[in-house]
């Protein structure tokens, strides 16, 4: 599996836009990279998946060079509500039986009014 | 509601003891997998079944054990139960590895 390396933590202000990088030097051909989002005391809940160039949806959009040695997730115009820890997550067994999703550290996205 | 459901909510237990937690995935999803997160050790992934058959193994402790039912819910049996294994116990179903996947409320164990 891809080891994923991400900031600890990041601060924000609401209504600011805030891209969180993910560097995944060893990712494989047919690995997807996946970001999900956790409150406290919550299971993680996924936001976005991709595997090359760009991914948007109404939540966010992911950003992959062509190298895909690393993905930047974008969340447009935060909220208090999306303080939060974000996790990426690099990703075998893709559509297949077998998968193992394993998380990070993930970043700690603080947001202030 | 992520359409997964665990259950209990909350347990709490002597060290020694035996708990079962439960998980209904989602309708029509055929992979399960078992997490564990406590405070100082994050999000750790235990296993993964897929139609009944375990599929992959993570750091699952030899006290630890799991199955998934014709039925598809599966159940995480932990024995010999020790103060180190207090921990939110997650649940997750997918359609299949590697898809999105949904995450139930979890299990709160605490062992005393």
């Known amino acids: 599996l891809a080891k994923t390396t991400q900031p600890i933590s990041m601060d924000s202000y609401e209504g600011q836009e805030v891209n969180i990088t993910c560097s995944h030097n060893?990712?494989?051909?047919?690995?997807?990279i996946t970001w999900y989002q956790q409150f406290p005391s919550q299971g993680p809940r996924f936001i976005i998946q991709g595997y090359k160039t760009k991914v948007t949806n109404e939540v966010a959009s992911l950003f992959i060079p062509a190298d895909r040695k690393s993905s930047t997730l974008s969340l447009p115009r935060v909220s208090l509500s999306d303080t939060a820890v974000y996790y990426c997550?690099?990703?075998?067994?893709?559509?297949?039986?077998?998968?193992?999703?394993?998380f990070g550290s993930g970043t700690r996205l603080s947001i202030r009014p | 509601d992520s359409g997964v459901t665990q259950t209990p909510k909350h347990l709490i237990t002597a060290t020694g003891q035996r708990v079962t937690l439960r998980c209904s995935p989602r309708s029509g999803d055929l992979s399960v997998y078992w997490y564990q997160q406590s405070l100082d050790q994050g999000l750790q992934f235990l296993i993964q079944y897929y139609n009944g058959e375990e599929r992959a193994k993570g750091n699952i402790l030899e006290r630890f054990s799991a199955q998934q039912f014709p039925d598809l819910h599966s159940e995480l049996n932990l024995s010999s139960l020790e103060l180190g294994d207090s921990a939110l116990y997650f649940c997750a179903s997918s359609v299949v590895g590697g898809a999105e996947a949904f995450f139930g409320q979890g299990t709160r164990l605490t062992v005393v």
């Open positions: 060893n990712i494989a051909t047919n690995d997807y």
């Open positions: 997550l690099v990703g075998d067994g893709h559509y297949s039986s077998a998968s193992k999703i394993i």
